[in-house]
């Protein structure tokens, strides 16, 4: 459901193409205009709505002295909202845009309310395409239940606003130790019968990327054969460092996902620079394994939820790092 929440988020934001281009960091897109200032006439007895974070059930919570049509009434999503549960029953009608009141971003309405990170701050968006994808996330939400496991980036957003200022040193010290263990510095014996098909097709898949990285950062990373992985350069590995603090919170926050997903620091960084798009990215990742599938075949059940589950997380991790960037 995410990857056609995904799909329909980039339909209602009009996009004809995506693209994420080299340094400088820039991207080709076209957005609707804002609609309608996203006040609503709908009747209700509060003046704020949030989620009860011990059950899980909807609670109406009424402010004092506040109006109903005012800006200030807002919806927040409890922590736990960025998992697999089903936080509450649709409560809204209409999902709109608007610009925030400061004038320094964009918001996404429920009805009348301005919709929130976890922890009550105001969920003010980059761009206005970004406002627009998260918002369609919200409207192909069902009647019977929201679902945030089914809104990517909506979880991102809320981590580039929250998780990220807080911790950004940590982010990109983790993300520094990976290069070491990095999957496409793995390398299967070619002496071997058992991998030397293995090998061939590293070479011939991975090898153009190797070659990318040398030309962007100035170092040859090396490659090993151990699954434990090895050790490199500390030249490579200070102009990675160099690059990610160079980032603003939102990309940060798509590297980090990306990493996450792919398990290789390069892979993100090449979609971040534009070398690689989504469709080469999982075959990366999913180089060795497609080829034991080709081998002896699918498991229903099992490589489809994991191969569909991954396409989610790259392409939302990459649509989210490309709106970030648009103002």
Same mark, same amino acid.
């Given at each position: ?28 897109? @076209?957005?609707?205009?804002? %609609? #309608? =200032?996203?006040? &609503?006439?709908?009747? !209700? /007895? ?6 009860? $974070? ?11 002295? @506040?109006?109903?049509?005012? %800006? #200030? =009434?807002?919806? &927040?999503?409890?922590? !736990? /909202? ?6 509450? $029953? ?238």
């Amino acid at each position: 459901m995410a990857a056609m929440l995904i799909g329909r988020a980039l339909k209602s934001a009009k996009y004809s193409h995506l693209v994420v281009r080299a340094r400088p960091f820039c991207t080709t897109s @076209a957005a609707l205009q804002p %609609d #309608s =200032d996203g006040q &609503s006439s709908e009747s !209700s /007895s509060s003046s704020s709505f949030t989620f009860d $974070k011990e059950n899980e059930k909807p609670i109406l919570v009424k402010a004092p002295n @506040a109006r109903r049509n005012n %800006d #200030s =009434d807002s919806v &927040s999503m409890p922590t !736990s /909202s960025m998992t697999g549960s089903i936080v509450g $029953k649709r409560f809204y009608k209409k999902v709109t845009t608007r610009e925030a009141d400061d004038g320094n971003g964009w918001t996404v309405m429920l009805d009348y309310r301005t919709l929130k990170t976890p922890s009550k701050r105001p969920l003010k968006l980059r761009s206005l395409a970004l406002a627009k994808a998260i918002g369609a996330e919200w409207e192909y939400q069902l009647e019977e239940g929201i679902r945030p496991f089914t809104m990517p980036l909506m979880k991102l957003a809320c981590t580039a606003l929250e998780r990220v200022p807080l911790t950004r040193s940590k982010i990109i010290e983790r993300l520094l130790r990976k290069i070491h263990q990095d999957l496409v510095f793995f390398r299967a014996p070619q002496d071997n019968d058992l991998t030397s098909d293995v090998h061939e097709v590293q070479v011939e898949s991975i090898d153009p990327l190797l070659e990318w990285v040398e030309s962007e950062f100035g170092i040859k990373p090396k490659v090993y054969s151990s699954i434990f992985g090895g050790k490199q350069d500390e030249k490579l590995v200070k102009a990675v460092e160099d690059l990610l603090k160079k980032t603003n919170d939102g990309e940060l926050a798509s590297i980090d996902a990306l990493e996450a997903s792919a398990h290789s620091v390069v892979i993100a960084l090449g979609i971040f620079c534009g070398k690689l798009e989504i469709d080469d990215a999982i075959k990366l990742i999913r180089l060795e394994e497609d080829l034991q599938v080709d081998k002896w075949g699918l498991v229903e059940g099992g490589h489809d939820i994991d191969i569909a589950d991954l396409k989610v997380q790259i392409s939302a991790a990459t649509v989210f790092l490309a709106l970030s960037r648009e103002n």
